[in-house]
């Protein structure tokens, strides 16, 4: 690993480095090669040490062991300035930046050029200008971020790091939240940049986007390092086996069934955002038993207030929301909850665990209250350790045996599980699934896939509200896209094309 790629110069070796948490390994002596103008693909299950290392090269967290070189000379890299200053810039997977603020005011905050005593915006926004021109990023440096869409605010944050002069980009999942349209793009400007001398280091489990913008592949299983493989030779099912160490189905197999009688109906809703502005402008909708209704949108579109005016965590003006025929609209959450919903929700960390609390703990938060979990008020820590024990190995969650740990201790993918475990063994005649699969590697995707079809199979109704177009298109039986607070359109799972669900998805019109 350590010779030169085609002639390329080497510009980060990363080398046997060991990063612990307590009796945690988080990466057991992992060796890292990119070389300059080259794409490197981290590939990984949830848990498998991929931001840890990342973290690590970045500042955030100091090795335990191991050695990093920048361009052959040794380095130690104790704080994100230090990496930035070694020419290392990281675009995170949840944005930085501040929505009533300009692209330009964004992108020069915390270095800002002066002019005597006074900040030189003119001078950042020329600069920022020809950034934006060599890159072909195209980007309006006088727009508020705000007014701009999440693949513009994507580009705002890979020119606040080329602004610094970063040689070498940290991409963490990088379209997580893209249209195809907007991740086409993105591949554009991924390979302008590796033109122009820089060097990409790609944290994702998307197979389709490695095959299409990477060069190498380096594999890390259980925090160890695997191998480093040539991406133009091995296929996405490949790839994939690599990364689990077992052959993983990348597609979902699913049965045709005849939906059952209406579970959900929404009707003419209507909602303000926290600023008053209408964020939910009649939107109509149904779902039957036995059937998955997928739901498209570009997110900002008012996919987030449906869901928690569905779960009773805001409030809509007016409208109805009926379940078995009552309109529950406007609803406690917990009523809700008792009425039959279940969800998974978009922000696992704010509404779906309370980090403090222990696994075992999360797998009970809405059932404490019932019997085998408590009696009389007191807690039966037995049945609440026996029961996480099993919802553990069933939904291989990881590490294994961590019913006693803080939720916060593990790892993203992992917190989805335990979340995942808890609704949909709550068996109730709805089930809202926002993002399912979100930061979740294959063999995990490829698990709650299955799981949301045998839900859909047990003849539950499921709202999946997604950002993932393949997700969307492989698991439902009808697919409704969102646009500005309205359902723009719908059609057959069997019959969406990804092209026409784009364009409905930007406010055009399908053919």
Known sequence: MGSNMDGKTVVIEMRGIVKRFGDFVANDHIDLTLHKGEVLAVLGEN?????????VLYGMYRPTEGVIRIEGKEVEIDSPEKAIALGIGMVHQHFMLIPPFSVTENIVLGSEPRKGISVDLAGARKKILELSESYNLKVDPDAKIEDISVGMQQRVEILKVLYRGAKILILDEPTASLTPQEIDELME???SLTAAGKSILLITHKLKEI???SDHCMIIRRGKYIDTVKVSEHTEDEL???MVGRKVSLRAEKEERNPGETVLSVKELRARDYRGAEILKGLSLSIRGGEILGLAGIDGNGQSQLVEILTGLSKAESGEVRMGGENILNHTPRDTFLKGVSSIPEDRQKHGLVLDFTVAENLILQNFGQRPYSHRGILNKGAIRKHAAELIERFDIRPSGCEERPAGQLSGGNQQKVI????VTNDKELLIAFNPTRGL????????????LGQRNKGRAILLVSFELEEIMGLSDRIAVIFDGRIAGEMPGK???EYQLGLLMAGGKAE
């Open 441 to 452: 590697d294959v063999g995990a995707i490829e698990f709650v896939h299955s799981y949301l």
């Open 47 to 55: 848990g498998a040490g991929k931001s840890t290392l990342m973290n």
């Open 189 to 191: 400007i991924i390979r």
């Open 420 to 423: 995942i475990a808890r609704e």
């Open 240 to 242: 994939a086996s690599l």
């Open 495 to 497: 019959d969406a094309d």
């Open 211 to 213: 095959k299409a913008s």
